[in-house]
C-alpha cells in the first residue's frame, strides 16, 4: 500500500513518487494483464498502458486506497481492448487471405476456361464445314434438329448424323486435351 507521503507527491507530479507505485503494483498488474491474455508480451504492453493512463489521470485518483482498484480497472479495459483490436486484425487478415486465394482461383479458372475454348474453336476448325455448321448450331446456338434443317437446307435425319458425329469427334478430342490437362 502506498503512504499517504508518496500519494501527495504522486499527485503532485513528482518521478519519485510515480516509481516507488510502479514498482509495488507493476508485477501485480502485469500477472492481471497475463490472466487475459496469456502472452507475455502482450501483458507487458498492457502494463505499461495501464501506468502511462495512471500518469495521465493521477488528478482524478481520489485517495491512494484508489490507485489499485483504478490499475486493475484501467489493465482491464486495455486488455479487452487489445482482444478486440486482434481480432479484427485477425479477421482482416482471413479476409485479405480468402480474397487472395479466391482471386488466384478466379485467374485459374479464367486462363482454363480461355485455353479450353481455344481448344474447342481449334477442334471445330478440323471438323468438315457442314459437321461443324450443325454443331456450332445445335450446341452453341441451342437451335432445335428443325431449325438447323430448315436454315442449311437439309434434312432432319442429315442433322442428326453430322450432329452425333462431330460430338463425338469433338468429345474424344477434348478427353484426349483433358488428360495432357490434368
Not at 432432319?156 to 478427353?175: D, E, M, P, S, Y
Amino acid at each position: 500500500m502506498v503512504s499517504e507521503a508518496v500519494f501527495v507527491d504522486f499527485k503532485a507530479g513528482y518521478s519519485k513518487a510515480f516509481r516507488i507505485i510502479f514498482d509495488l503494483y507493476h508485477r501485480i498488474i502485469l500477472q492481471h494483464a497475463y490472466g487475459f491474455c496469456h502472452n507475455r508480451e502482450e501483458a507487458e504492453e498492457i502494463a505499461q498502458d495501464t501506468f502511462t493512463q495512471l500518469f495521465i489521470y493521477k488528478d482524478r485518483i481520489p485517495y491512494e486506497e484508489s490507485i489499485l482498484p483504478f490499475l486493475y480497472a484501467v489493465s482491464k479495459r486495455i486488455a479487452i481492448s487489445h482482444f478486440r483490436k486482434k481480432i479484427v486484425r485477425e479477421e482482416a487478415l482471413e479476409q485479405i487471405r480468402s480474397r487472395s486465394d479466391r482471386n488466384s482461383f478466379d485467374t485459374q479458372a479464367t486462363v482454363l476456361a480461355n485455353e479450353l475454348r481455344t481448344s474447342l474453336d481449334n477442334i471445330l476448325d478440323e471438323l468438315p464445314q457442314q459437321q461443324k455448321k450443325v454443331f456450332v448450331l445445335s450446341k452453341l446456338d441451342d437451335l432445335s434438329y428443325q431449325e438447323i434443317a430448315e436454315q442449311l437446307a437439309v434434312s432432319k435425319h442429315t442433322v442428326k448424323n453430322h450432329l452425333a458425329v462431330a460430338t463425338k469427334t469433338v468429345r474424344i478430342k477434348l478427353q484426349r486435351l483433358m488428360i495432357i490437362l490434368f
